[in-house]
């Protein structure tokens, strides 16, 4: 339950904006630029800050962010590492995946790659406190769904 100072230190949320941007590709050019100018909100200070938190990503990497716009014409966000189909068709090395998944088989990919792209999406803000393995079968029924299958080892 919260306590009456943190209901009164609460600013009035104005939107909530969910982007996918390039990592350090965050440029006042639309997509950034129109989501953010409709809430009057510093575009600049957003390109920084988000180009900062994601240099350490390769550039073009697709990077899903949450922005918190406040009436006050501050904002918050979060960002999330890469989306797992993402990560799934990099290690695969495919554009897209099957066009009848479960018939035609895309590619393969064994455990070691899925238990590697389990550890990055681990730091998630939403799979923080999710066991290892739970992660690993989320992204296996990923790559089922995908037309791409994983083995042991690779023959």
């Known amino acids: 339950m919260s306590t009456l100072k943190e209901i009164l230190t609460r600013r009035p949320v104005a939107a909530t904006i969910r982007l996918t941007v390039p990592a350090g590709g ?3 050019a639309p997509p950034v630029g129109p989501a953010l100018g409709q809430y009057r909100l510093n575009l ?5 800050d ?3 938190r994601t240099q350490k990503y390769k550039p073009d990497t697709p990077m ?3 922005i918190t716009a406040f009436k006050d014409n501050t904002f ?3 960002v999330k ?9 990099q290690a695969a090395g ?9 018939h035609v088989v895309a590619s393969t990919l064994t455990l070691r790659h899925i238990y590697e792209i389990a550890k990055v999406k681990q730091s998630d803000p939403y799979c923080q406190y999710m066991p290892l393995e739970s992660i690993c079968k989320s992204i296996i029924g990923t790559a089922n769904t995908m037309g791409i299958k994983v083995v042991k080892e690779l023959d």
């Open 50 to 52: 988000f180009n900062a």
């Open 64 to 66: 899903s962010v949450t």
């Open 26 to 28: 965050a440029r006042p």
């Open 44 to 48: 600049m200070a957003f390109c920084k």
């Open 94 to 102: 495919i554009e897209s995946g099957s066009s009848r998944p479960g």
């Open 76 to 78: 918050e966000f979060t």
């Open 81 to 89: 590492s890469p989306s797992v189909t993402w990560y799934l068709k």
